[in-house]
């Protein structure tokens, strides 16, 4: 992912500031509450434990000295350095009882027994010694305590301090992280969105509408779960065991040392996972496109899978994807459940077992105290919190980093910025010289293309399907650029202008206009600002349409769905007709515009045409030659070449294709090239 993780660091950069001061907010939390477990074995070994500390005789009434048969005492711990002390007792537990010891030098170390008002202290060597102990009611108990009360309270009310801090702090490096995720999410589906508008027509012909989609959506969003969920899990999980690490040092090195190996076996564990997770979730992403890519496309194709009883056909092939999705999603699944946190909890488990053996042994010495003991459990349950984030978020790791391959994928297409630079209105003048063009390399559908169409002409191009009709419109729009040859707009070559500077003064109408979600005006205007509504108004007046759509509920405001589906081929048509003449363009293009009109509504179109071509160079694909008796060239095309050219009269007076097509058409029954 080396380039990758570099690109995605480079986003995520673009935001710093609240990236660094989440970080360190996070920083601030861990350290709050790493506190605490310190604050607790405070208070175990000295506030309770310490208990069982030397006790001296003292003045009576003396700051933390208790009373306790007639004489005072207070805790070693409590006395100044140099202060005079007075004979030494001691304090000891067993169980739940307490025993006052009234004698010097009593054993730390070894097993203590209590009975008849002695204790017995057996040695690690076998050697006893007894003492003599009186055991303490609750109340004296309470008492031997009580000068403790203030510390612990203090101590308790920090730990809760620090945890609201900690929590606080939590909260805060929790939200910018978020926000600064959506913000680099945002921008990177901007950035793959403005990249789409730039790449190349040819582009999207080999690849279908859902994968695209699928890019834009799916793939960004599970980037965006990389920096939400993934990064804010490692990145809190590493600053978290590090800390713990060195708290685990300063607590105890030999508990330190115990605990160190979980970290080259989480290592370990994170490179088995992604070597099998990857392979996986490359497949799972890429069938997730191709189901996207299938219901997009049955979905457009629905009138025809129903009208030619394709449904099971087309569920066959839908199911035998999805199947293939659900098996490589219960692989990775099987992968995480065998690689699951519960395989955390049982490492976790083994340290507590070792640990409390070599404590109940004696391996780890006196030096390990029931307060350090439990501040080492609270530390390593504390520790596995971010080994099973860090675990968990392993999948989202993996999809993330394959979505990421697709997503810079898409952007390294080569694309054409969208040039913001515009032209003064050309005059339409269109000369093409020997152009040869084919789609694939080596298979020319247009072979050395010559004409010249003058301002104010209107040129049709005839001919049988795949004789390059299309082919010349899509070079002349340089959706795609000749091989060769050249194609001059007023003497100047289209590739010396930016793609957006040529169509600036272009307009087309297919055979099948495509109507965005909006309404009828803004279907005409396409929200462009300068084409105000009287414009939209009296384009749609000089088509003809002005009556037929203001007679709708909503009039020029009537809502549009997807693609216009609720209005007739006809009404499609003439908005299409009236948004290319509210843009006034200089020159028109009329690929098979008339081709799906009925009578009564080509007749509307005919004389919208006269107004729509004055002034304009027209080409016009048509089928129905009736619509084109009136074009000043008619350019006849066979298998990429122009075999014909004239004006109607002078080909009709030859004789030739054209002739026969337009006999054809008038029902004669003249054959083909007779």
């Known amino acids: 992912m080396g380039n990758n993780g570099k690109r995605l660091f480079q986003y995520a950069w673009q935001y710093k500031r609240p990236i660094l001061l989440a970080l360190l907010l996070l920083a601030l939390a861990i350290a709050a509450e790493l506190v605490g477990p310190f604050l607790a074995k405070r208070m175990i070994d000295t506030n309770i434990m310490g208990i069982q500390q030397p006790w001296y005789e003292a003045k009576p009434g003396e700051a933390y000295a208790v009373p306790y048969d007639g004489a005072w005492y207070k805790r070693t711990d409590h006395w100044k350095k140099g202060e005079e002390r007075g004979r030494e007792v001691r304090v000891l537990q067993s169980g739940r009882a307490y025993y006052f010891v009234d004698a010097a030098n009593v054993p730390d170390q070894g097993a203590q027994a209590f009975g008849n008002g002695q204790v017995t202290i057996t040695g690690a060597d076998g050697g006893t010694r007894q003492f003599p102990a009186d055991r303490l009611s609750r109340g004296e108990t309470y008492a031997f305590f009580k000068p403790e009360f203030r510390s612990i309270f203090t101590l308790a009310a920090i730990y809760v301090g620090l945890l609201l801090v900690g929590a606080g702090l939590a909260y805060g490096q929790r939200y910018l992280l978020q926000v600064s995720a959506n913000r680099i999410v945002r921008r990177m589906r901007n950035d793959v969105f403005r990249h789409i508008q730039e790449l190349p027509v040819q582009y999207f012909d080999n690849l279908p509408a859902g994968k695209v989609v699928a890019r834009v959506t799916n793939d960004t969003e599970a980037i965006r779960e990389l920096y939400v969920s993934v990064l804010a899990n490692f990145f809190s999980g590493i600053i978290y065991m590090v800390a713990i690490i060195g708290a685990l040092f300063i607590l105890d090195e030999t508990l330190a040392l115990i605990a160190l ?161 515009r032209m003064a209105r050309y005059r339409g003048n269109v000369e093409f010289k020997d152009v040869s063009f084919g789609y694939k390399a080596g298979e020319d559908v247009l072979k050395d293309i010559s004409f010249h169409a003058k301002q104010g002409e209107t040129v049709a191009l005839v001919g049988h399907t795949g004789s390059g009709k299309s082919s010349i419109l899509n070079l002349l729009f340089r959706f795609y650029d000749v091989d060769r040859g050249s194609i001059t707009v007023d003497g100047t070559d289209a590739r010396d202008l930016t793609k957006q500077q040529l169509r600036e003064h272009m307009g087309i109408v297919l055979q099948d206009p495509f109507l965005f979600t909006g309404t009828i005006a803004s279907n005409v205007s396409l929200d462009d600002p300068s084409i105000t509504r009287e414009k939209v108004e009296q384009a749609l007046r000089d088509v003809g349409a002005y009556e037929m759509f203001m007679q709708l509920p909503g009039g020029l405001d009537e809502p549009v769905i997807e693609k216009g589906s609720t209005l007739s081929a006809g009404q499609r048509q003439l908005i299409s007709f009236a948004r290319a003449l509210a843009f006034d363009p200089a020159i028109l293009i009329l690929d098979e515009a008339t081709a799906s009109i009925d009578t009564e509504t080509e007749a509307i179109i005919q004389q919208a045409l006269d107004v729509l071509k004055r002034g304009r160079t027209t080409f016009v694909i048509a089928h129905r030659l009736s619509t084109i008796r009136a074009a000043d060239q008619i350019l006849v095309l066979d298998r990429g070449r122009i075999v014909e050219r004239g004006d109607h009269d002078k080909l009709m007076a030859f004789g030739g294709k054209y002739y026969a097509m337009y006999q054809l058409q008038q029902g004669a029954a003249v054959e083909l090239g007779a």
């Open 261 to 421: 190996p979980l970290l080259p076996i989480l290592y370990l564990w994170i490179v088995i996972y992604r070597k099998f997770a990857s392979r996986f979730n490359h497949v799972i992403r890429s069938r997730l496109s191709d189901i996207n890519g299938m219901i997009n496309e049955s979905i457009q194709g629905m009138p025809i899978i129903q009208a030619f009883r394709r449904e099971k056909e087309t569920m066959a092939e839908f199911h035998e994807m999805n199947d293939e999705y659900f098996r490589y999603q219960n692989k990775l699944l099987t992968l995480n459940s065998v690689t699951s946190h519960n395989l955390v909890n049982v490492f976790r488990n083994v340290i507590f077992l070792l640990v409390v053996w070599m404590f109940a042994g004696g391996t780890l010495g006196a030096a390990v105290s029931v307060g350090i003991l439990y501040a080492f459990i609270d530390y390593m349950n504390r520790m596995m919190q971010p080994i099973v984030g860090i675990v968990n978020q392993l999948s989202n790791l993996e999809v993330a980093r394959v979505s990421a391959e697709r997503v810079f994928a898409l952007l390294d297409e080569p694309g054409i910025a969208v040039s913001e630079q």
